[in-house]
Each structure stands twice: as C-alpha cells, then as structure tokens.
T-cell receptor, first 113, second 113 residues
Framework: GAVVSQHPSRVICKSGTSVKIECRSLDFQATTMFWYRQFPKQSLMLMATSNEGSKATYEQGVEKDKFLINHASLTLSTLTVTSAHPEDSSFYIC?????????FGPGTRLTVL | AQSVTQPDIHITVSEGASLELRCNYSYGATPYLFWYVQSPGQGLQLLLKYFSGDTLVQGIKGFEAEFKRSQSSFNLRKPSVHWSDAAEYFCAVIEYNNNDMRFGAGTRLTVKP
C-alpha cells in the first residue's frame, strides 16, 4: 500500500521556538494532505486541509498564523508550529489523499518545555 | 449535526473471545466508512473500508465489519481476539463528495489473558 512518512518522529523544544514537521508521500503523488492533532487518549482532530500549490484550509478554532502549512509539491507538506508553547504539546499526524482513502503517517510527538 | 459515534470508550475481552466494536454515523447520505487501529504512540493502520456493494466487508487481521443502512451503523467484529489486538480502534467517515475524514472518539480494547 501507499506509504506516508513524517519527520521527525519525536521532537522536544523550548517554549517560544518554532518547529517544522514534514509529511511526505513516498510512492504516490498527493494533491491533498491533511494535518491532524491528537491529545492523549483522545481522537484525531482535523486541523487543516493542505492542497498543493494553494493556501491551506483551516478548521474552525485552529490558528493559521500559529500552525503554518506549506504544500509546495505533490509529495511534501510541512507544518510549522510557530512560537510553540507547552499547550501545543501533542501528537501530530498527517495523511495524504490516495485513490480511495487517506494514508496516514506514523505521527510526530511534539513536547514543548 | 454530522457526527461519528463510538459509544464504548473502553472494552475488555478475554483472549479467544469474540469482539464487536460499535460505530454509528449521522450523515445525510451514506458516507465512506473506515476502521483504523492505533497502537500506543503509533500512527493509524487501516483495517477495512466500505464504499458500496456487499455490506459485509473483510479486512486485515481477521476483522470484518457490517454496514447496516437502517441503523446507520458500521460495527467492527472479530470472532476470536488475540492479545496483540489490544489497541485503540477508530471508526472514521468521509462524506460523499468531500475529502475530509472525521473520526469517532475511539474505543480502547484491552485483552485479558
């Protein structure tokens, strides 16, 4: 099946710094990628939909200036958490839209100290 | 409002026993339906999906799910649970003509020896 990778898998940073997370579709092209956030013992919440070559569409309540999304190519989308704070600590998962489903990356654990 | 409901937050079964995880949805038209499994700290693995046709869908790892339009349900079943099945299970939907995937709250499965 299709493979989606995320990098890094785990990151720890100081409060106030920015963190970039990459999501790549390794063996297929994805015009649409999605970013989810998952708090401990909770479900995945869609943050934004990323379309190649255009601005991302953010879900209600998600700050677009804080969570910058760039989808510069058909195989790469990036999520940058700007000026991260401890409340941004979470598990971030991306997915790429395939032929008939979404393919999920393994997730990135962000811890902000 | 459109929603995906997993009524059971936590289920415990004995190894070898049968399993049924419930999922209900409320959408105007039949959405595309999915079941995913997530092990701790890991990404999502697709177990099975339903788009149309035969309402009983076979998936990986011995799982199956049955779509019942009259009940707006898509329950996941396995005849005999293995200890390695202990994980979090998510029901998800993609609304027809939409790309967004929405998740239920998840059901945590514990398997007793």
């Amino acid at each position: 099946g299709a493979v989606v990778s995320q990098h890094p898998s785990r990151v720890i940073c100081k409060s106030g710094t920015s963190v970039k997370i990459e999501c790549r579709s390794l063996d297929f092209q994805a015009t649409t990628m999605f970013w989810y956030r998952q708090f401990p013992k909770q479900s995945l919440m869609l943050m934004a939909t990323s379309n190649e070559g255009s601005k991302a569409t953010y879900e209600q309540g998600v700050e677009k200036d804080k969570f910058l999304i760039n989808h510069a190519s058909l195989t790469l989308s990036t999520l940058t958490v700007t000026s991260a704070h401890p409340e941004d600590s979470s598990f971030y998962i991306c997915s790429a839209s395939g032929e008939d489903t979404q393919y999920f990356g393994p997730g990135t654990r962000l811890t902000v100290l | 409002a459109q929603s995906v409901t997993q009524p059971d937050i936590h289920i415990t079964v004995s190894e070898g026993a049968s399993l049924e995880l419930r999922c209900n949805y409320s959408y105007g038209a039949t959405p595309y339906l999915f079941w995913y499994v997530q092990s701790p700290g890991q990404g999502l693995q697709l177990l099975l999906k339903y788009f149309s046709g035969d309402t009983l869908v076979q998936g990986i790892k011995g799982f199956e799910a049955e779509f019942k339009r009259s009940q707006s349900s898509f329950n996941l079943r396995k005849p005999s649970v293995h200890w390695s099945d202990a994980a979090e299970y998510f029901c998800a939907v993609i609304e027809y003509n939409n790309n967004d995937m929405r998740f239920g709250a998840g059901t945590r499965l514990t398997v007793k020896p």
